[in-house]
């Protein structure tokens, strides 16, 4: 059993692994067709698109961690790199307006002033400003720097102003002014519009750095989470240009990047790369194919090119789009017993206990049948053995008689007489015998049937003693018959009761001696009816009366053969008493006589019929 288990197991396991590799093989190709489609199409509809809106686009959809963008010739649009530095020369009121900073800002604050609002360069204009603010905040002229600032944010005139390092005015201006108190209404509208610049990469060029610094001041402020992503993205996407310049490997599919833990992928045209973070990869791969059609046990994980697959129950290449990477499947040890093998298992265990417990009954039956066949055979050789034996002393002495009748020349009609009546006697117990063993067979075989009537004992008597009337009439024989008045009905087969009475009858004769004396009879109760055979015979001994309803168990060897008997009568006595629910007994003393009794339970309903005297 444990043979077919192991083989049903691993039988199972090969299935699995069959329909495991095929939802492998299904999955390796949508992995190719997400990958191919995602990038082709972001590629596709961000041609002719600014750099900047590529790069808030593809991180807004999530398609990667973070890109860098490329025109048709290959170069980088995205992130741009940093502005070149202006340099500016300072005029006599710039440089007095300047050196006022130090000794008195808001004279300098001032001077600034008019700067701004004399100049004819709007840049020169735009710093005088971001100047002339400094000053006010640093003089504690809050509401005056704040009035300017606001001025300026609702003209939105100085929204591309740049200073001299090429960095945006007015963002700057914006977290200086968060470093000092204002009202929260205050503080809430200059917190909101520098998150709207910060996140705004479609109207103003931003210089990456400045924005990556922007946000960073920001998030220290203010916690949110959409920054979050975008500066995360920013960060290593310049990361990137700064480790792989002019060494970046085009080659389409998902490969590893210069930066380290870092995995990219080449759009098709090569417009975009995409950058992903090794540790995130996986979920985003995971979240690319279909909603898991493996049950929840079953891991698949994504093998990266030259780390090991563990103990992966299959793997299979993870296809063209991820050059190197596989998909190993692997199943907890549980769930390969778990799923159908346990069931199996426990269904051979039942199939094996059922297999043992019919064994078992088998076994039992076998051994009751052989018992009876042995009994059967002692049985019918006993029988053969007594009948044989049994039927040649009649027949014996009745051919004697006959063959002397023959040989006497001149008969005597008184000795004929005798010599035919002898042979009617030898006769009559051939037919007792022969009625003996047919009844017996007839039990043995189960085909003895009663025809079970409401009967009366009297009739059962009378027709009991009509059988042996003839021969107990004969002289040396005192045979009374007693039968109460006002029997009750037993409910009786009459013939078999018959039967079991002569029976008793004929062995009070043949164990009695010469002066016989034979009492039948009958009394009754309201619940039962004895039929009680006495005699003055010899008797039996207190252990033998335990014995003699045995089938052919004969106490008296010689007197039983010699009376024509074969060991049966009893037997068939104790059977018919018992299917008539009755019992017998037997009351005996060595020398003195036996009485046997039948006692039946009378008729409950008594039907109309019965046999009347
Ligand atoms: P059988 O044909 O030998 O008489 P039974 O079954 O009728 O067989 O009786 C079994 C034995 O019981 C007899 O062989 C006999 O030894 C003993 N037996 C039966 N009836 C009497 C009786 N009335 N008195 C003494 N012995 C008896």
């Not at 793997?315 to 199996?344: E, F, K």
């Not at 009680?532 to 089938?551: C, E, H, P, W, Y």
Request: hydrophobic share 45%; glycine share 8%.
């Amino acid at each position: 059993m444990n043979q077919a288990m192991q083989n049903e197991q691993l039988a199972i396991q090969q299935k699995l692994i069959e329909s495991y590799r095929a939802q492998l093989f299904v999955m390796q190709q949508k992995l190719e067709t997400v990958w191919q489609k995602s990038i082709a199409d972001f590629e596709n509809q961000s041609e002719g698109s600014a750099g900047p809106a590529i790069f808030s686009q593809a991180i807004r959809t999530n398609l990667a961690d973070a890109i860098v963008a490329f025109d048709g010739e290959g170069e980088i649009i995205y992130p741009p790199s940093a502005p070149v530095p202006k340099s500016v020369r300072a005029t006599g009121e710039w440089i007095a307006a300047q050196s006022l900073e130090s000794s008195d800002r808001k004279a300098a604050a001032r001077a600034y002033g008019l700067l701004r609002e004399n100049s004819t360069d709007a840049d020169v204009a735009a710093r005088a400003w971001q100047a002339q603010l400094r000053c006010l905040f640093q003089a504690g002229e809050n509401s005056a720097a704040l009035g300017l600032l606001g001025s300026v944010l609702q003209g939105g005139h100085l929204d591309t102003a740049k200073d001299a390092q090429g960095r945006l005015i007015v963002p700057n201006a914006l977290l200086l002014a968060l470093e000092f108190p204002a009202e929260v209404e205050i503080r809430e509208k200059l917190r909101a519009a520098l998150h709207t610049r910060l996140t705004d990469y479609d109207s103003v060029a931003f210089p990456p750095a400045q924005r990556r610094f922007l946000m960073r001041e920001f998030q220290s402020r203010f916690a949110n989470s959409s920054l979050t992503v975008l500066l995360a993205a920013e960060e290593l996407a310049a990361a990137y240009l700064e480790s792989g310049k002019g060494s970046l490997n085009r080659e389409s599919g998902l490969r590893p990047s210069p930066l380290p833990g870092i995995w990219q992928y080449f759009s098709p045209r090569g417009r975009v790369v995409a950058l992903y973070r090794g540790d995130t990869l996986p979920t985003r791969l995971r979240a690319m194919i279909p909603a898991a059609t493996f049950p929840s046990d079953v891991d698949i994980d994504f093998v990266s090119p030259g780390q090991e697959t563990g103990r992966a129950l299959v793997i299979l290449s993870a296809g063209a789009t991820m050059p190197g990477w596989h998909l190993a499947l692997s199943v907890s040890d549980v769930h390969l017993r778990g799923s159908g093998v346990s069931g199996r298992i426990s269904s051979y265990l039942w199939i094996g206990a059922v297999m043992v417990v019919i064994a078992v009954l088998l076994a039992v039956l076998a051994w009751g049948l052989m018992r009876r066949q042995i009994a059967l055979t002692e049985l019918r050789n006993d029988l053969v053995a007594n009948v044989t034996h049994e039927l040649k002393t009649p027949l014996a002495s009745m051919r004697l008689l006959v063959e002397t009748l023959l040989n006497t020349s001149q008969l005597n009609e008184q000795t004929t007489r005798e010599y035919l009546q002898l042979i009617a006697t030898e006769n009559l117990r051939l037919s007792r015998l022969i009625g003996n063993f047919l009844t017996f067979s007839r039990i043995e075989r189960n085909k003895y049937t009663f025809d079970f009537n409401g009967v009366s004992p009297a009739v059962v008597v009378d027709k009991a003693v009509a059988a042996v009337r003839d021969r107990f009439g004969a002289t040396g024989c005192r045979f009374e018959v007693s039968v109460s008045p006002r029997l009750p009905l037993i409910k009786a087969d009459t013939d078999a009761l018959v039967t079991a009475l002569v029976n008793l009858l004929d062995n009070a004769w043949k164990y009695s001696g010469e002066a016989r004396h034979i009492v039948l009879a009958v009394k009754g109760s309201d619940r039962a009816v004895g039929f009680s055979v006495k005699d003055n015979g010899i008797g039996l001994s207190s252990r033998d009366t335990k014995r003699i309803f045995q089938r052919f168990h004969q106490v008296h060897g010689h007197l039983s053969t010699a009376g024509g008997g074969c060991g049966l009568g009893l037997s068939i006595v104790q059977f018919i008493v018992s299917a008539h629910g009755g019992t017998i007994q037997v009351d005996s003393e060595a020398g003195r006589g036996s009485t046997f009794i039948i006692t039946l339970p009378v008729q409950t309903t008594i039907s109309g019929s019965s046999d009347k005297p």
